[in-house]
């Protein structure tokens, strides 16, 4: 969850997209693995069933997760805290560990009317290309978008 300080002058809407960022605890590479991501892959889709987000884009990482969303429900806090809960429980049990799996906090970004939608989502999808994970942009297998590339 975002630090009180961080809330500051904050406020929710619904309908509103959201750009947020977390990473792993000790920013560790859990999600090398794609056994692990599809277990965050599942979450982000569990959030979005139950009608809390519409999600735009992800890219999964190795040691953090990039989440384009439109909020639908709740707060983004709302949203990452059942990202946090559900993902740490099911890869803890399905890792055979205990603690916790993702840092405190998270950073996020609500996009103004006048951003690019479609911009924002290829700028995350180019994350795996800037951290040399991928050639080009499409190539990292632990990434989505609702527009084609």
């Known amino acids: 969850m975002a630090s009180s300080r961080l809330r500051y002058g904050r406020y929710s809407r619904s309908g509103n997209v959201y750009s947020l960022t977390t990473a792993t605890h000790g920013r560790a590479p859990l999600f090398a693995?794609?056994?692990?991501?599809?277990?965050?892959?599942?979450?982000?889709?569990?959030i979005e069933r139950n009608g809390f987000?519409?999600?735009?884009?992800?890219?999964v990482m190795p040691d953090h997760l990039h989440w384009l969303m439109e909020l639908q429900k709740g707060t983004?806090?709302?949203?990452?805290?059942?990202?946090?809960?559900?993902?740490?429980r099911l890869l803890n049990r399905q890792l055979g560990r205990k603690g916790p799996l993702w840092q405190h906090g998270y950073h996020d970004h609500a996009l103004r009317t006048d951003e690019s939608l479609h911009e924002k989502a290829m700028y995350l999808l180019a994350n795996p290309v800037r951290a040399g994970l991928a050639g080009e942009l499409g190539e990292y297998p632990h990434a989505w978008c609702r527009w084609p590339l």
């Open 76 to 88: 983004p806090a709302q949203c990452m805290a059942v990202l946090k809960s559900r993902s740490s």
């Open 33 to 46: 693995d794609a056994a692990n991501v599809a277990v965050l892959v599942d979450t982000l889709r569990f």
């Open 53 to 59: 987000s519409h999600s735009l884009a992800w890219v």
